[in-house]
Structures are given as C-alpha cells and as structure tokens.
C-alpha cells in the first residue's frame, strides 16, 4: 500500500470516533450538535470507502476533505474570535461567512447569521428593532437579551438591575449567558460588599455559561473589579490577559478604580485607554460608555469588603492558574509558542530540501539522508536517532506529523516552558527509536523514518500533566481533553495495528516516554502567578 493511502484507514477510523463523539453529545442534550457531526462522520467514512475501491490518489483527496470538514471549522472558529477582540471586523465577517457554510453544528451557524447585529450592538451602533426581532427569531427571551445587552452597552445600570428584579425572568436571562451584566449591574448600583457577593452567588448557580474557560475568566476578572480591588485586577488581567479582547483590560482597571471611590483615577485611565484604543469600534464604544456612566452617576464609596465577598473573591482566584494554564487549549496561549512553530517550520524546510534533493519514497535516499534501518544499527549509527526525525515519506506523512506537533507542542511549551519541550523531545525520539531497534524482530528489519516517536511522547507529556495536575485535572476543559486524548491514542493503537506501514512500536515507546519525562518535568503548579494573586491586595 503506497503511504498516500494511509489517509484511508486513518479517515475510517477518525468516522468511528465522530460517531462516538455525536452519541457523547446526545447523551448531554446537545442533538443538533449530534447530528452535525454524526454527518461529518458519515462523509468521512463514506470518502474512506469510496477511496478504497478507487485507488487513484485516495491519500490526498481523503485527507483533503479531513481538512476542509473537520480541521477547518475548528481553526476558523479560534480565528474567529481572535478576529472580534482584535477589533478587525471585517475580517471576522469574512471569517463568519464561510463559518456558516462549512460548519457542521446549527447552533453555531445561527449564531454567525447574527454576528454583524452583535458587533453593531458592542460597537454601540443604533439597531433598528426589525433586526433585533429578525436575528432572535420570534422568540421573546432572545429579543428580551438583545435589549439588556443594549441597555448594559449604554451603561443603564439601574435599568438593566430592574430588568432582574423578577425571579423568575432573572432565571431565564441567566439561563441565556447574562450573568455578568447582572453582577456589574448590582455592583454599579449598590457599594455592599454583601450585595455583591449574593449577586455572585446567584450568577454561578444560574448561569451556565460561566463553566466556559473564557466567560470564568473574566467573570475573576469582573469580580476584583467590582469589589474595587485595583491591585489584583491588574495582577488577574496580566495573568488572564489572552481571555481579554482589545481595550479590555483598562477598562475592567478603570472599573476597579471607580468602584474603589476614585472616579477621577478611573478617568484618566479611561482616557489614556482611548487614546490607545481609539480605533478600535467596539472597545471604543465600550470605554466611552464606562466613562459616561462615572460622569453621570454621584460619586460612590468604595465597595465594602465583607467577610462573604472576601471568601467568594478567594474561590474564584482558586481557579485562575488552571484557566490559565488551559488556554492554549483553546488557542489563547500564556506566551507565544515560538519554538513549536519553529520546530514545525525547521520540517517543512528539511522536507521541501529532502525531496527536491531526490525521491521522498526512495529507501536509499532516505537512508543517505539520515534514515535508521534496524538491521545495522550500531554505536556508530546513533547520529540517526536525530536525523530520522527530520525526514517523512511524503507530504500526507509531513502533513499529519506537523499537525500534531502543533497539537502538542504548543501545550507542552506553554506549561512546561521551551527548555523541558525540547528536552523531553529530544530525550523521547532517541527513546523511541532505541526501542525500534532492540524490540523489532532481526529476522524483520524496517527502515525508520518520521518525527511521530517525538511527538508521540509531547501528547504523552500532556496526559501526564492533566492526571498529576489536579488544577487541570478538574476543570472541564482539562476533563474533556483528557477524555480526548485517551479516545485518540485508543484509534491511534487501532490505526497502528491495520497499518503495517507505520510502526507502532515507535509510537507506543514516544507515548510511554512522555509520560514518563512529563511527570518528571512537570511544573507542579503556576507558582508565579499564584503567589502574585495571594500577596497583592
């Protein structure tokens, strides 16, 4: 079988997952989900199946609808919302309109229909109520949301609070993500450190959305804010700061400034803020209504700390090395993950070189250019542990490897830090290789080749840290890769077994290794940030 047709068995076994994957979705209340994957999953095995009984170039016309269907619209969705907290609207609209013909959950195509009346509504532009009738659907609690996010964009706190008087509707608008707006609206109007933590309280019961990495996040953020706690909100929105869109972060200090009895101090960072963020649309709408509002209302009294808001203020931080160490999770990384993108370009570049020097499926190119054959390894061939790593068999072979360095890696460097990435890399490929050569059959040698052992073990590194690290381990972010990871080494060991082509010892040992050199390299917890947290204030 030529190594192009090794997308086949990959994409069979991918289907089997997504099936997987919309019955998990079915059985926690999200059908139309279901059935947007459950498709994808079909039209993947379908091209599988049909790539099987016709041959031709099966390899990259099946990893190209891999791409299209499922790896797009994952990375469109992140470059997405980077797109709106940058401020580049249009950009976020091209990104959208193919969103919404390409993405296989209803949910999320709806939502993009209303995408330009959502920027309107941060940007604080004038939306007629036919369009705010047209994008909630006939359906009044959606319109009801739409009017008090309008009205929380204005800074009518005292409206918005009063729209959450009545128990029962305050029930429904958490239910639909609005929590914040009625913390903020309670803190803005009431200087009781009490009041604000039963706003709290009644926020994290009600409102589901706060289990979402990003809404917690700010919700830490939003909460030192309101208690006036200046100090530990700039510490929370340095260490949180890639949940922060654009102008975000001087406007939650300003918050904090006034909600701490120094209006005047709020201003003028207001001020300094615009002049900064001035063209950005919606943080300028945003920074200009906080500054409307302290003008407006009478001068408040710093918020009081009682002992209810101090414990509830404590929780929250608990939680906030965890979130920042999932980010990169979700395409928000701590720092930029530079020498993964390095490592990632450094292949490209060895491969575009390799096979313009000769025949990528050649064994005796390969073998002169670094590969490892097991049935003559000996000390004076150790060179080719390294060398292998650089060469693949084809851009299918290259594609799929660098793909998952990117996976990996970025994690790995965000929480390890780039010296341990490239320690347990290095350490890991020389690992997985020695155990090709010393657990293959002689009477079987096999030239090895690819960067999978190594990258292999950076997926191990990352199992290693969301089981030991009890902060990952117990967020649902950390949860849900955890189960991910585990589902996808399981299809990787089924892949391995009906695809001789591949070794699987490699890929087992780079697993085995890193987690083992996780564990042992592990940070035990963002010591930095969190000593931050507990000595300021």
């Given at each position: 079988?030529?190594?192009?047709?090794?997308?086949?068995?990959?994409?069979?076994?991918?289907?089997?997952?997504?099936?997987g994957?919309?019955?998990?979705?079915?059985?926690?209340?999200?059908?139309?989900?279901?059935?947007?994957?459950?498709?994808?999953?079909?039209?993947?095995?379908?091209?599988?199946?049909?790539?099987?009984?016709?041959?031709?170039?099966?390899?990259?016309?099946?990893?190209?609808?891999?791409?299209?269907?499922?790896?797009?619209?994952?990375?469109?969705?992140?470059q997405l919302?980077?797109?709106?907290?940058?401020?580049?609207?249009?950009?976020?609209?091209?990104?959208?309109?193919?969103?919404?013909?390409?993405?296989?959950?209803?949910?999320?195509?709806?939502?993009?229909?209303?995408?330009?009346?959502?920027?309107?509504?941060?940007?604080?532009?004038?939306?007629?109520?036919?369009?705010?009738?047209?994008?909630?659907?006939?359906?009044?609690?959606?319109?009801?949301?739409?009017?008090?996010?309008?009205?929380?964009?204005?800074?009518?706190?005292?409206?918005?609070?009063?729209?959450f008087?009545?128990?029962?509707?305050?029930?429904?608008?958490?239910?639909?993500?609005?929590?914040?707006?009625?913390?903020?609206?309670?803190?803005?109007?009431?200087?009781?450190?009490?009041?604000?933590?039963?706003?709290?309280?009644?926020?994290?019961?009600?409102?589901?959305?706060?289990?979402?990495?990003?809404?917690?996040?700010?919700?830490?953020?939003?909460a030192?804010?309101l208690?006036?706690?200046?100090?530990?909100?700039?510490?929370?929105?340095?260490?949180?700061?890639?949940?922060?869109?654009?102008?975000?972060?001087?406007?939650?200090?300003a918050?904090?400034?006034?909600?701490?009895?120094?209006?005047?101090?709020?201003?003028?960072?207001?001020?300094?803020?615009?002049?900064?963020?001035?063209?950005?649309?919606?943080?300028?709408?945003?920074?200009?209504?906080?500054?409307?509002?302290?003008v407006?209302r009478?001068?408040?009294?710093?918020?009081?700390h009682?002992?209810?808001l101090?414990?509830?203020?404590?929780?929250?931080?608990?939680?906030?090395?965890?979130?920042?160490?999932?980010?990169?999770?979700?395409?928000?990384?701590?720092?930029?993950?530079?020498?993964?993108?390095?490592?990632?370009?450094?292949?490209?570049?060895?491969?575009?070189?390799?096979?313009?020097?000769?025949?990528?499926?050649?064994?005796?190119?390969?073998?002169?250019?670094?590969?490892?054959?097991?049935?003559?390894?000996?000390?004076?061939?150790a060179?080719?542990?390294?060398?292998?790593?650089?060469?693949h068999?084809?851009?299918?072979?290259?594609?799929?490897?660098?793909?998952?360095?990117?996976?990996?890696?970025?994690f790995?460097?965000?929480?390890?830090?780039?010296?341990?990435?490239?320690?347990?890399?290095?350490?890991?490929?020389?690992?997985?290789?020695?155990?090709?050569?010393?657990?293959?059959?002689?009477?079987?040698?096999?030239?090895?080749?690819g960067?999978?052992?190594?990258?292999?073990?950076?997926?191990?590194?990352?199992?290693?840290?969301?089981?030991?690290?009890?902060?990952?381990?117990?967020?649902?972010?950390?949860?849900?890769?955890?189960?991910?990871?585990?589902?996808?080494?399981?299809?990787?060991?089924?892949?391995?077994?009906?695809?001789?082509?591949?070794?699987?010892?490699?890929?087992?040992?780079?697993?085995?290794?890193?987690?083992?050199?996780?564990?042992?390299?592990?940070?035990?917890?963002?010591?930095?940030?969190?000593?931050m947290?507990?000595?300021?204030?």
């Amino acid at each position: 079988m030529p190594i192009d047709a090794l997308a086949l068995p990959m994409l069979v076994v991918t289907a089997i997952g997504l099936f997987g994957y919309a019955l998990y979705l079915r059985q926690v209340g999200l059908p139309h989900a279901r059935a947007g994957w459950a498709l994808i999953a079909f039209i993947v095995l379908a091209a599988a199946l049909a790539g099987w009984f016709a041959p031709a170039s099966p390899g990259f016309v099946g990893f190209g609808l891999y791409l299209v269907l499922i790896i797009a619209p994952l990375s469109l969705q992140t470059q997405l919302h980077r797109a709106i907290g940058a401020g580049d609207e249009e950009r976020a609209r091209r990104l959208a309109w193919v969103l919404a013909r390409i993405h296989p959950t209803r949910a999320v195509r709806e939502e993009l229909a209303a995408l330009p009346t959502t920027l309107a509504l941060r940007a604080g532009d004038e939306v007629s109520p036919a369009e705010l009738d047209r994008v909630s659907q006939g359906h009044p609690l959606v319109r009801r949301v739409f009017d008090l996010v309008l009205l929380h964009n204005r800074r009518d706190v005292d409206a918005v609070r009063a729209a959450f008087a009545d128990p029962e509707e305050r029930a429904g608008l958490f239910a639909q993500g609005l929590g914040s707006i009625y913390v903020q609206s309670v803190a803005c109007t009431d200087p009781d450190g009490d009041a604000l933590a039963e706003a709290l309280a009644r926020a994290l019961a009600g409102d589901p959305t706060f289990h979402q990495p990003e809404r917690s996040a700010r919700l830490i953020i939003q909460a030192h804010a309101l208690a006036g706690d200046v100090a530990r909100t700039v510490a929370l929105t340095e260490g949180l700061a890639m949940y922060l869109a654009r102008g975000d972060r001087e406007l939650c200090i300003a918050l904090a400034e006034w909600c701490a009895g120094r209006p005047d101090a709020a201003r003028r960072t207001l001020a300094r803020a615009l002049e900064q963020h001035g063209d950005h649309r919606i943080a300028r709408s945003t920074l200009a209504s906080l500054d409307a509002m302290i003008v407006r209302r009478p001068p408040r009294p710093s918020t009081s700390h009682t002992p209810a808001l101090t414990h509830r203020l404590a929780a929250l931080r608990r939680s906030a090395p965890a979130l920042r160490a999932v980010s990169t999770f979700l395409g928000r990384h701590a720092v930029r993950p530079r020498l993964t993108w390095a490592w990632m370009a450094v292949l490209v570049g060895f491969y575009a070189i390799f096979a313009t020097a000769g025949d990528p499926y050649d064994p005796d190119h390969a073998y002169a250019w670094g590969a490892l054959f097991t049935g003559d390894f000996g000390p004076s061939e150790a060179w080719r542990l390294g060398t292998l790593t650089l060469l693949h068999v084809g851009v299918l072979h290259l594609t799929l490897n660098v793909l998952m360095l990117w996976r990996f890696g970025t994690f790995v460097e965000v929480l390890y830090g780039r010296a341990r990435l490239a320690a347990i890399y290095v350490l890991s490929a020389v690992l997985s290789g020695l155990a090709v050569v010393f657990l293959r059959d002689p009477a079987s040698p096999l030239l090895l080749i690819g960067a999978s052992g190594a990258i292999m073990a950076l997926g191990g590194a990352v199992i290693a840290a969301l089981l030991l690290r009890r902060d990952l381990r117990t967020t649902p972010i950390g949860r849900a890769e955890l189960v991910a990871l585990v589902i996808l080494f399981g299809l990787q060991v089924v892949f391995d077994s009906v695809t001789p082509e591949v070794s699987g010892t490699a890929h087992a040992a780079g697993i085995a290794a890193g987690l083992l050199l996780g564990a042992l390299f592990l940070p035990r917890r963002d010591r930095a940030f969190s000593d931050m947290l507990e000595q300021t204030g």
